[in-house]
């Protein structure tokens, strides 16, 4: 499936948007015919269970348990998950570095950053329990994230398809501003199995070009400029990625 850059910025970036709005109980606001359906949210019981969490983790529960939310299209039977990224991204960049760690969700499938794996293990159980009444009637699954929400995508991405039901369907990806996920042998495996992934990166964005090597990404990536400020917070935001994707769309036309 080829990248569409309107319905990227139309649909995909309010989904990952939609992902920060209900951090705090706030209502979604969601493309039309789009409607939630779950929070995601972290377990307390694995949270508590970490010895000492990676500064990842910290960030992403730093204000709340809300990771994100699934929902779907029930029209174009589409079904999504979206997670957000985090409230301070200065904490989790400035302590990226970890020892990688092997994909647990299926084995043999390769390694990975064991901080954003230990998020991820908080919301898997979760994301679980909700997909399938998310997916009813649907015939794609759509995942998405921005920042380290991005990275819990990539993730989530080959357990969806492998162990979560309906185990059906192929997930497609369509992340913004994504960090390096794993390393070669994951990347391998998670090409061949997910067939469908984008990964929209803007101009002078640095978070995508962490963790340093031997860290690699999965999937295809997509460049974007949204011009304006030379600075990290600008630079790395969803409005930045949303000008940016106007501007593509315009050198399209």
């Known amino acids: 499936m080829a990248f569409d ?33 779950a929070l995601i949210k972290a377990n307390e019981v694995v949270l508590a269970a970490m010895a000492n969490p990676h500064p ?29 990224g985090t409230a301070d991204l200065e904490e989790w960049v400035a302590n990226i570095d970890a020892i990688p760690d092997a994909y647990g969700p ?18 898997r159980a979760n994301i679980a329990a909700n997909l399938a009444a998310a997916t009813a009637g649907c015939d794609q699954i759509l995942i998405t994230g921005h920042s380290l ?8 991405a080959p357990d969806v ?21 794993g390393l070669s042998d994951f990347v391998a495996s998670f090409n061949a199995a997910i067939e469908s992934c984008f990964r929209v990166v803007n101009f002078l964005d640095l ?19 949204s011009g304006g400020q030379i600075q990290v917070g ?10 940016g994707l106007s501007a593509l769309i315009s050198s399209q036309s």
């Open 56 to 84: 990842a983790v910290r960030a992403m529960t730093a204000d709340t348990n809300i990771f994100g939310l699934i929902g779907h299209n029930p029209t174009d039977r589409i079904a999504f998950v979206s997670f957000r």
């Open 161 to 181: 398809a492998r162990n979560m039901p309906p185990n059906t369907i192929e997930p497609r990806l369509v992340s913004f501003a994504g960090p390096r996920v």
């Open 5 to 37: 850059p309107t319905f990227a910025r139309d649909v995909v970036l309010p989904l990952a948007q939609a992902a920060y709005t209900v951090m705090d109980g706030t209502p979604a606001t969601l493309p039309p015919g789009y409607s939630q359906t």
């Open 207 to 225: 978070v995508p070009y962490l963790p340093p090597t031997p860290y690699q990404h999965v999937g295809a990536q997509i460049n974007v400029d």
């Open 149 to 156: 929400g991005a990275a819990l995508a990539v993730l989530a």
């Open 106 to 123: 299926i084995s043999g499938f390769g390694q990975v950053h064991s901080g954003f794996q230990d998020v991820y293990q908080l919301v």
């Open 234 to 243: 600008w630079r790395h935001s969803l409005a930045a990625y949303q000008k």
